[in-house]
């Protein structure tokens, strides 16, 4: 790919192409966040971030960061997910799996919808 | 494009790198593709965070979790457990020397806290080998306004609206200057980059072309298209490998981007861009000196006028600027000169980067608004004086600067202020000292630079420089007498008048400002023959107290000249004679017998 | 590295070649010199004179007027103590005179084996790390006295 810049056109697409450069540095529109402490990664987050990350990337959506955090003491409910959007608060998610984890990106992530049979808690 | 959900930022600028930051990132990739992260964790290298006495440095976002002098072997663990399983590792965040309390994230560390990052805002955030990342972050959108939207003459009129001065020294209006060089006639012209920096404790220069070479470049085009100018020059200290390293893939990518060469965005400007590498003399760091360099002579300053706009490089019109002043014309252009005069006081507009070392907690480059207090920046921001100590005199401008004092605390920086008091702007050192250093030492270490520095052309400056520092020699070795201390004010009144260029005319001012702040300093060197801060040696005294000696011996059999003797049964002493003072005996002493006089 | 005055010559004219034309070459033309050579030496800068046709009394002085250049060969490894301002006011002397200490000889000197050659320098722009001292191309932060044989050894 040659990206020679001829217009000013030309530089405004570069930029837009090359946000998601520095987008992950910054905290984006929303956040998923993937329990990984040892019960989660034993009781498969490592495959629902992955997940995650491959629904987000087909939908061409570089505005949500997604992280990882330790154990929050609910082992049972493990994969557990975070998801923080603006005017939804956070909501928790449990016992996600990856296919789980697309639908939430599709409905909660893109639709506004919370996906309510998987909710096991809320807080603003 | 594949989405990363986390970026590792390892500082690769000159202070990390010589902590070991090249290691820590090289182990750091092992380590992802060990673990088969790659595909979802990126690690960038960038430029300086300004923090360099914490380093080596790495910021793992989006958390932006701030980790400090982390080593290769933290690296597992960082991974291990931050990265795969989202718990930051405490031990490595940076502490509040305070109350040693760790703060996790970049944002809410107090040497951050209170800057504002205009000429430094992609410092340590974009890697700045890769001119995408400074796309993204809006750049050279500057260049395309000023190229596509503007005239010459509009974008000299934002420049002076904004009120920008020169960041090197002199503080000249920006926007004044373009109009200069702009009105000289003529189909050549050029532009320079005054990336000398000779002043020593400064180094925002070498940041800024470390961590944002686009940056300058930018500024630079712009400049360019704004007096007429089709080709420029980046003259860059040899001390600075890795800025130059910087600057020639920023410009190669610019070429390769069609941003740089000829008719860029379909405008019809032309411009080239050539790196010039100083050989290492000071006074090069003067535009006409500068300008001698480039063209392969000794670097001496020539009188003005004729002013570079007129005569410049080659004989042409030139327009010369700093490092940091270019870096801040690309966000005047996007943002408007009304933005950037919003901050600052009446005649000090926007924001100045002051490289903040020497006797402080918080070491490092802060950029900070026009006007704030040197309490602030001492302080707030630097957290005060290492180790508790009491606050003597700051050193702002470099040898051309002044020492200012407690009294001064509450200065707001700006040009008119700085000046006011007996120091300068310069460009932007501020050496904070405490009880133990001598300010006559201080002003014979700036005479002793600028002696060693001074070109030779004109004689106030050569021998006149010579004289003050062989009465500040007599002074500092104890055979100083008072009327040494009229000598030296009629002497720094002399150069400072008489002097060909800024190098002589500002030598005297560390003089002059010891002289007028801490003349009973001088005076105690003369009268009493004692150093009130025990740091010239030639006055100090080494005593053993025969209470408190054990009698271990350890003094003597570590004295390189065996000045000490004793026994067992006699408490040690030591031949003042033969004693020089090297301190050993005072360091190796186990039980503080030895005092210092 | 050490090359007969014939070698020494040949080496310059190819340095100078590309400069013949050009203006303002001289500077550059020394500092390559001085990296293929070790320092510029006489029949250097007699070649210099010759190829670009100026006076050898105008080589002389620009390559002494900088501080970069040296007309005397150097040790392998030069060891450059920071005499700047940060450096000063936390300790830089004393750091110094420890070199010069262990390697036996003063500022601009060279010991006899060749192995270490003190340079002094303004200011390496590392300042917040300050004492600081360079070998060769590699910076040392936060330095004490006490670390600086520890250093030199790992210079052979
Ligand atoms: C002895 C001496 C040394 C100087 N050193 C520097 C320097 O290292 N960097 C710099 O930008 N300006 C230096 N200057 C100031 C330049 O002459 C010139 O004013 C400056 O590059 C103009 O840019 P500005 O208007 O953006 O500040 C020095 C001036 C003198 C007299
Ligand atoms: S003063 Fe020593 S590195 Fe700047």
Known sequence: MTNKIRTLDDLRRIREASTDLTSARSKGRASIVVGMGTCGIAAGAREVMTAALQELEKRNIHDVSVTTTGCIGMCQQEPLVDVIAPGMGRITYGLVTPEDMAAIVAEHIVNGHIVERLVIGRAD | MPIFRSHILVCGGTGCSSSGSQDVQKVLRDEIAKRNLDKEILVVQTGCHGMCEMGPIVVVYPEGTFYCRVQASDVPELVGEHIVKGRPVQRLLYSVPEDAS???????????????????????????????????????????????????????????????RGRGGGGFPTGLKWSFAAKSPGPKKYVICNADEGDPGAFMDRSLIEGDPHAIIEGMMIGAYAIGADEGYVYCRAEYPLAIERLKTAIAQAEEFGLMGTDVLGTGFN??????????????????????????????????????????????????????????????????????????????????????????????????????????????????????????????????????????????????????????????????????????????????????????????????????????????????????????????????????????????????????????????????????????????????????????????????????????????????????????????????????? | ?????????????????????????????????????????????????????????????????????HLKPRGRHVVRVCRGTACHVRGSLAVLEKVKEITGIQENETTDDLRFTIEPVACLGACGLAPVMMVDSQTFGRLVPGKVQGILDTFR
């Open chain 2, 102 to 164: 760790r703060v996790p994230f970049y944002k809410d560390i107090p040497f951050y806290g209170k800057q504002h990052r205009i000429a430094l805002k992609n410092c340590g955030y974009i890697n700045p080998d890769n001119i995408e990342e400074y796309i993204a972050r809006g750049g050279y959108e500057g260049l395309g306004k000023a190229l596509t939207s503007m005239t010459s003459a509009q974008v000299i009129d934002e420049v002076k609206a904004s009120g920008l």
């Open chain 2, 271 to 597: 411009f080239t861009l050539h790196i010039k590498e100083g050989a290492g003399a000071f006074v090069c760091g003067e535009e006409t000196a500068l300008m001698g360099s480039i063209e392969g002579r000794r670097g001496m300053p020539m009188p003005r006028p004729p002013f570079p706009a007129v005569h410049g490089l080659w004989g042409k019109p030139t327009n010369i600027n700093n490092v940091e002043t270019w870096a801040n014309v690309a966000q005047i252009i996007v943002n408007g000169g009304a933005w950037y005069a919003s901050m600052g006081t009446e005649k000090s507009k926007g924001t100045k980067v002051f490289a903040l070392t020497g006797k402080v907690k918080h070491t490092g480059l802060v950029e900070v608004p026009m006007g704030i207090t040197l309490r602030e920046i001492i302080f707030d921001i630097g957290g005060g004086i290492l180790n508790d100590r009491k606050f003597k005199a700051v050193q702002i401008g470099g040898p051309s600067g002044g020492c200012l004092t407690e009294e001064h605390l509450d200065l707001p920086v700006s040009y008119e202020s700085l000046t006011g008091a007996g120091a300068i702007m310069g460009s932007g050192g501020m050496v904070v000292m405490d009880e133990d250093n001598c300010m006559v030492d201080v002003a014979k270490f700036f005479l002793e630079f600028t002696q060693r520095e001074s070109c030779g052309k004109c004689v106030p400056c050569r021998e006149g420089t010579k004289h003050m520092l062989l009465l500040l020699e007599k002074i500092t070795s104890g055979r100083g007498t008072m009327e040494d201390i009229s000598t030296l004010e009629q002497l720094a009144e002399m150069v400072r008048e008489m002097s060909l260029c800024g190098l002589g005319q500002t030598a005297p001012n560390p003089v002059i400002t010891t002289l007028r702040y801490f003349r009973d300093e001088y005076e105690a060197h003369i009268r009493d023959k004692r150093c009130p801060s025990h740091a010239c040696t030639a006055l100090l005294r080494y005593e053993i107290d025969p209470e408190t000696c054990k009698r271990c011996g350890l003094c003597a059999k570590n004295c390189p000249v065996s000045c000490i003797s004793g026994s067992r049964q006699e408490p040690y002493r030591i031949d003042q004679e033969k004693c020089i003072r090297c301190g050993t005996c005072f360091q190796k002493c186990p039980f503080g017998a030895i005092g210092k006089n």
């Open chain 3, 1 to 69: 590295m050490s090359f007969s005055a014939q070698e020494m010559v040949e080496k310059t004219r190819k340095i100078v070649a590309p400069w013949k034309e050009k203006k303002g070459g001289l500077i550059p033309i020394l500092q390559e010199v001085q990296k293929e050579l070790g320092y510029i030496s006489t029949e250097a800068m007699e070649t210099i004179s010759k190829e670009l046709k100026i006076p050898k009394s105008e080589i002389y002085g620009v390559a002494t007027f900088y501080a970069q250049f």
